[in-house]
């Protein structure tokens, strides 16, 4: 079983910037392809972004050139810097950590972006 933790969530006004960490308790990270989703109130979950264990990402079309993923490899953690926020990206963020044939998510952290 794989634990995983997000924090970093919180209020942000529109156009600033938020980083969001996500931790995973295994010492396979490197086995893991980690991820980003996001679920707004009335929407399903979406998913935001993923990384490879080697650092290749994939982006949704509405964040691309506005959040970055990265991962530290040594500190278990995948990154996700949010930059030129709006109030359409206010959502429950949700990391999760696949391989294997298994998926493990975090409970999720709020973030609010205010117009």
């Known amino acids: 079983q794989v634990q995983v933790v997000e924090s970093g969530g919180g209020l942000v006004q529109s156009g600033g910037s938020l980083r969001l960490s996500c931790t995973a308790s295994?010492?396979?990270?490197?086995?893991?392809?980690m991820g980003w989703h996001r679920q707004a109130p009335g929407s399903q979950r979406e998913l935001v972004g993923r990384?490879?264990?080697?650092?290749?990402?994939w982006y949704t079309d509405s964040v691309k050139g506005r959040f970055t993923i990265s991962r530290d490899n040594v500190k278990n953690t995948v990154y996700l810097q949010m930059s030129s926020v709006k109030p359409e990206d206010t959502a429950v963020y949700y990391c999760?950590?696949?391989?294997?044939?298994?998926?493990?998510w975090g409970q999720g952290t709020q973030v609010t972006v205010s117009s």
């Open positions: 999760n950590a696949l391989g294997s044939g298994d998926v493990y």
């Open positions: 295994t010492r396979r990270f490197t086995s893991y392809v």
């Open positions: 990384i490879t264990s080697g650092g290749i990402t």
